[in-house]
Structure formats: structure tokens, C-alpha cells
């Protein structure tokens, strides 16, 4: 059976009078890539961070690494490996490009391999080792977003969550987005909870996706069928 590094159970979410999430339920397993896809507005991003425990859940249970974290905080999540690359990147700006990669690292427990995971981020994102004594304000915006992915991978994690990494990128840098997804995935072996408004380009990558209406999971299943599904395919692919 496989094992499952994060799932929410029954889960719901509310902005005061505001209900948010109501109810929802999924899994991602362990090794793979999970897509949670829906409009704006859907509920996403309020999903990651009720996981992330920015927002508190108002009722169901979230279990990382099989523990209930329904009592733990956001600190408490990174340390044990539970990162997340939050929407519109939310980089240091007065701050440098190799500060902001050490910052990612400040909560880990394994202070060692530090070198080398650094030279690993410089290795899949050159242009930051170019840029690294730079002030990340001074950076695109596409260096930025790989600038909080870098930040992110500095703390060792075991499990991430993407939140639109695509938004606001040239064509050519979603795509090498997607491939740098692919490759921490694969690669690294990072499993991956993946938030994007490019529904065909997630899918592609993805093993199992979700469709978020109105803060209900309308629909799940394996990417490829959910690739495939007419309503799918009308309401988010334009096809």
C-alpha cells in the first residue's frame, strides 16, 4: 500500500462569516505530484495555507507523515520537512539574493551538506548564482520566483506546496518552471502538492488532480482522465 505523506480529512475553512472550504478530502502519496486545480476564487490557496497552518481549519483533521498536525505551527511544519512556495513569490527584497537562500535554511535541523545544497540550488537555477550578491528587489520577476523555490528547496523539504508558480512568467520560463517541478520531483524525490491556473501544463505533470469549486472538491481522479474529461476540458482548457 502506498504510503501517503499528506491528507485531509472532512476539512473546512471559514473567513469569519465567510465559509471558505466545506468538507474536502484528499491525499497526496508519497513520491508524486498532486494537482489541485480551480477557478479563482475556488478555495485553493486558502487549502495550502490552512496546511501550512497560516489559517486554522474549522473542523476535519490534516495529517502529515501520518501525524496530526491540527496543534502544530508553521515553524514547527518546515522543520519537519512541510515547505511552502507561497503565490506571488514574497521574496526579501531589501534583502540579498544568497541572504534570502540562507534565510531558507534558518529553521533546519540538519545544519550540515549546507555547500553543497546550496551549489545544488545554483545548479538548477544558474542566473542566482550570478545574481547572489545581488538585492533581490533588483531581480525579475521570473528570478524571484526562482528565488523562493531556491529558498524553499534550502530547507530540506520533504513535501512542497506550490501556489501558482506560473503567474505573471513568460511562456518560456513557465515551462522551465515546470520542468525545475518535474526535476524536484524525480530527481530529488520531493512529493509535491501542486496549486496552478495553467490546467494543462499541471496535469502534464501530475499524477492525480483535484478540481475546487467553491471550496468543494468537485472532481478527482488520475491527471490523464481528468485530462480527457469534456466538462474538464471546456470549463479549463478552452477546448
Avoid: C, W
Avoid at 23 to 39: D, F, M
Avoid at 105 to 120: E, G, I, Q, T
Avoid at 133 to 148: D, F, H, I, R
Amino acid at each position: 500500500m502506498q504510503e501517503i505523506s499528506l491528507e485531509l480529512s472532512s476539512v473546512s475553512a471559514a473567513y469569519g462569516s465567510i465559509q471558505a472550504l466545506s468538507n474536502i478530502s484528499l491525499q497526496v502519496p508519497k513520491g508524486e505530484i498532486v494537482a489541485l486545480l480551480g477557478s479563482n476564487g475556488a478555495g485553493k490557496t486558502t487549502t495550502l495555507n490552512v496546511i501550512s497552518r497560516m489559517v486554522r481549519q474549522t473542523a476535519g483533521e490534516i495529517k502529515f507523515q501520518g501525524q496530526n498536525i491540527g496543534k502544530l505551527q508553521s515553524d514547527d511544519l518546515v522543520r519537519q520537512g512541510l515547505v511552502q512556495v507561497p503565490e506571488g513569490r514574497q521574496v526579501f527584497k531589501d534583502m540579498s539574493v544568497l541572504e534570502n537562500l540562507e534565510l531558507g535554511a534558518y529553521l533546519r535541523r540538519d545544519r550540515n551538506n549546507f555547500a553543497s545544497d546550496l551549489d545544488r540550488i545554483y545548479d538548477i537555477f544558474p542566473r542566482l548564482s550570478e545574481r547572489r550578491k545581488q538585492l533581490a528587489a533588483t531581480l525579475s520577476g521570473g528570478e524571484q520566483q526562482m528565488l523562493a523555490i531556491g529558498r524553499a528547496i534550502m530547507a530540506k523539504p520533504q513535501v512542497m506546496l506550490f501556489d501558482e508558480p506560473s503567474m505573471g512568467l513568460s511562456p518560456l520560463l513557465v515551462q522551465h518552471m515546470f520542468k525545475v517541478i518535474e526535476q524536484l520531483n524525480q530527481t530529488y524525490g520531493i512529493t509535491i502538492l501542486l496549486v496552478e491556473q495553467n490546467v494543462k501544463l499541471a496535469l502534464g505533470i501530475s499524477s492525480y488532480g483535484y478540481i475546487l469549486e467553491n471550496g468543494e472538491i468537485s472532481l478527482e481522479g488520475k491527471a490523464s482522465d481528468l485530462a480527457s474529461n469534456e466538462a474538464v476540458r471546456k470549463a479549463y482548457l478552452g477546448i
